[in-house]
T-cell receptor, first 110, second 114 residues
Framework: KNEVEQSPQNLTAQEGEFITINCSYS?????LHWLQQHPGGGIVSLFM???GKKKHGRLIATINIQEKHSSLHITASHPRDSAVYIC????????????FGTGTRLTIIP | DVKVTQSSRYLVKRTGEKVFLECVQD?????MFWYRQDPGLGLRLIYF???????EKGDIPEGYSVSREKKERFSLILESASTNQTSMYLC?????????????FGPGTRLTVT
């Protein structure tokens, strides 16, 4: 079974700063998921990536398959980016079930 | 617009009560999931269903049961609620057709058992 670890657990930054959240996993996978959870509970999928890099607006996700490591970056951070960011990986390659990191609580101060 | 809905956002129940949490998806997804989320522990899978009437235990099934009589609806049942089942419960669904099996989440139900 895959083990997923995220760091840091909590991150507070000033508006405009460049943010990096890290995720490592133990078993080879087909794709890694990055999720966002705002206060109130709803979770949305930000990225699914199996190689290289993906970009959506100010969010960038990268993955290194050989090192079993992924990063989520936020450029020009804004208070509305404040949320919990969660990475998730399939239990093993091609599995439909996910195992989740414990999340990174990001707070952006104006 | 894809949608997963849950029957309640907030629920307060007494110890020993039978509790039903319902989840409905409108995307014709085969897979449905029930998770609980606790601080410091992340999301943990309670039960998974890959088809009508089919289910698999997840990591923490004790004290829970599920029902899937129709493809769009997946119910989580707490037979006799206990205070250690106070938590946020999240439902999700995904298609089986091909990877990487993106999961779509409901808004969550915050259950308090007193």
């Amino acid at each position: 079974k895959n083990e997923v670890e995220q760091s840091p657990q909590n991150l507070t930054a000033q508006e405009g700063e460049f943010i990096t959240i890290n995720c490592s996993y133990s078993v080879g996978i087909s794709a890694l998921h990055w999720l966002q959870q705002h206060p109130g509970g709803g979770i949305v999928s930000l990225f699914m990536l199996s190689s290289g890099k993906k970009k959506h607006g100010r969010l960038i996700a990268t993955i290194n398959i050989q090192e079993k490591h992924s990063s989520l970056h936020i450029t020009a951070s804004h208070p509305r980016d404040s949320a919990v960011y969660i990475c998730a990986a399939p239990l093993n390659f091609g599995n439909e079930k996910l195992t989740f990191g414990t999340g990174t609580r990001l707070t952006i101060i104006p | 617009d894809v949608k997963v809905t849950q029957s309640s956002r907030y629920l307060v129940k007494r110890t020993g009560e039978k509790v039903f949490l319902e989840c409905v998806q409108d995307m014709d997804h085969e897979n449905m999931f029930w998770y609980r989320q606790d601080p410091g522990l992340g999301l943990r899978l309670i039960y998974f269903s890959y088809d009508v009437k089919m289910k698999e235990k997840g990591d923490i099934p004790e004290g829970y049961s599920v029902s899937r009589e129709k493809k769009e609806r997946f119910s989580l049942i707490l037979e006799s609620a206990s205070t250690n089942q106070t938590s946020m419960y999240l439902c999700a669904s995904s298609s089986r057709q091909r990877g990487p099996y993106e999961q779509y989440f409901g808004p969550g139900t915050r259950l308090t058992v007193t």
